[in-house]
């Protein structure tokens, strides 16, 4: 090894490092993952919806009379059901007790619009050209 490889070296590690730093600087201001929704858990499923602007986010889904589900009726066959954002990080969820089943849900933002699962790549389509995210209880 000559005088002129070690500062090469040095110049190569510090590029090495620096872009290192910056990438892992880059990383840190991604937004989180989003968690699987819905959480099938063995006495519930956990639904999360990310809505980091949203008054208000509420989960129809097609479970009839579930007791959990304390919501206005929005269809024969839906209820709607508030979701909680108690931490305020923009992740809503609600812990709904379902057996098993075939359901469908969306979720309803400040009660202006309807959104499938973005989680939830399972879809059904809901009979006005869109589609409702689809979960199965086994």
Do not use: K
């Not at 070690?6 to 110049?11: F, T």
């Not at 809505?51 to 209820?79: C, F, H, M, Y």
């Not at 879809?123 to 689809?134: A, E």
């Amino acid at each position: 090894m000559d005088a002129f490889d070690a500062p090469q070296r040095a110049r190569g590690r510090v590029i090495g490092m620096a872009f290192a730093a910056a990438w892992l600087g880059v990383a840190a201001c991604q937004p989180p993952a989003p968690a699987l929704s819905p959480e099938i858990g063995s006495d519930a499923v956990v639904f999360r919806y990310r809505a980091p602007a949203a008054r208000v986010v509420q989960l129809a889904g097609s479970w009839d009379g579930n007791s959990d589900l304390l919501g206005s009726e929005w269809t024969r066959d839906t209820r709607v059901a508030r979701m909680e954002d108690p931490d305020h990080d923009g992740t809503w969820e609600l812990r709904v007790s379902l057996g098993p089943g075939r359901y469908e849900y969306v979720f309803v933002v400040d009660g202006r619009f309807t959104e499938a699962d973005p989680a939830n790549p399972q879809r059904v389509p809901d009979g006005t050209g869109g589609s409702r995210s689809l979960l199965v209880v086994p």
